[in-house]
């Protein structure tokens, strides 16, 4: 992702909750000096996502994420953040981003599949389902429903729905793109090839 699209992505769709880090367990006040530093390392993250991605992200009206003490888990609807409505938050507990990475970032998989099936209609499929806002998209989200019906699954909790696999997978993806090779080869392969791929974003671009 470009520098510019990325402080977008910060100032526009990354927030910190009130004392997020005070209210963390004391192991997680002492592993950062600063709130800023899970900050910079979620960025750290997301900087893989193609420039493509995030620009579609920020054209949505929904898609929030938001560093917590709370749990980590994606809630579909308006959430309010001090004296802001936030729409679709994928909330990220500091707790899980020290001890469980993998775990934190689910929810930001749950947050994609969600917009780019049904652009965050809170009706509409999720890309995991089928769904998808073009027909490019439609083929990725076909494609899952399918490595998820064959039990491409990379652990036992990805195995429980396809949500949970896309957002598991995705999530591996941005830790350890290597592991998710080794493990669900066929999924790592459409996710570098569609979804995180600068060309495939810069032919959807051209289309629209």
Request: one cysteine or more.
């Amino acid at each position: 992702m470009d520098k510019q699209t990325l402080e977008r992505l910060k100032v526009d769709r990354i927030h910190i909750a009130p004392r997020a880090l005070e209210r963390s367990p004391l192991e997680v006040q002492h592993h950062y000096s600063h709130i800023w530093a899970p900050l910079d390392e979620l960025l750290g993250q997301l900087r893989i996502f193609p420039s493509g991605l995030a620009r579609f992200w920020l054209q949505q009206p929904g898609g929030h994420v938001v560093l917590t003490q709370l749990p980590s888990g994606y809630v579909v609807g308006e959430q309010r953040l001090k004296q802001s409505m936030l729409l679709h938050v994928a909330y990220v507990r500091l707790s899980d981003w020290v001890n469980d990475p993998l775990e934190a970032l689910v929810p930001i998989g749950h947050l994609v599949d969600h917009l780019l099936g049904s652009a965050g209609s809170e009706e509409g499929p999720w890309l995991s389902e089928g769904g998808g806002i073009n027909p490019a998209l439609q083929k990725v989200g076909a494609s899952i429903v399918e490595l998820f019906s064959l039990g491409y699954s990379f652990d036992a909790e990805a195995c429980r729905d396809a949500r949970t696999y896309f957002a598991r997978s995705l999530a591996l993806y941005l830790r350890d793109r290597r592991a998710l090779n080794i493990t669900d080869p066929v999924m790592e392969r459409l996710l570098r090839t569609t979804l995180f791929a600068d060309a495939f974003w810069r032919w959807l671009e051209k289309r629209n």
